[in-house]
Nanobody
Framework: QVQLVESGGGLVQAGGSLRLSCAASGLTFSTYTMGWFRQAPGKEREFVALIRWTEGYTYYADSVKGRFAASRNNAENAVYLQMNTLKPEDTAVYYC?????????????????WGQGTQVTVSS
């Protein structure tokens, strides 16, 4: 049974930083790509970043490139999203997701497994 559990969300002022964590279990990690998505009120869920378990390849949405960084710890079966220089428009529920395979995919239907989400609120 695949389980993804996010943590690390909270309230931060604009310009601040947060680090999200996603603890994963039930996956054959070497065959999966992990994604980060977010969903703001009244908006569709959107892609933020992805990272492959194997070589650590990362890919980012243009809106977060240079500010956010995805990483993983294979020993702890966890992936992280370091978010710097946060803006009010980054306010959303952030989700960790997993898909089998290595192709770069950035739409929610491409990911089979999801965490429960963690709220990030950036005040101006």
């Amino acid at each position: 049974q695949v389980q993804l559990v996010e943590s690390g969300g909270g309230l931060v002022q604009a310009g601040g930083s947060l680090r999200l964590s996603c603890a994963a279990s039930g996956l054959t990690f070497s065959t999966y790509t992990m994604g980060w998505f977010r969903q703001a009120p009244g908006k569709e869920r959107e892609f933020v970043a992805l990272i492959r378990w194997t070589e650590g390849y990362t890919y980012y949405a243009d809106s977060v490139k240079g500010r956010f960084a995805a990483s993983r710890n294979n020993a702890e079966n966890a992936v992280y999203l370091q978010m710097n220089t946060l803006k009010p428009e980054d306010t959303a529920v952030y989700y960790c997701a997993a898909r089998r395979g290595f192709t770069v995919k950035t739409t929610p239907p491409d990911y089979a497994y999801w965490g429960q989400g963690t709220q990030v609120t950036v005040s101006s």
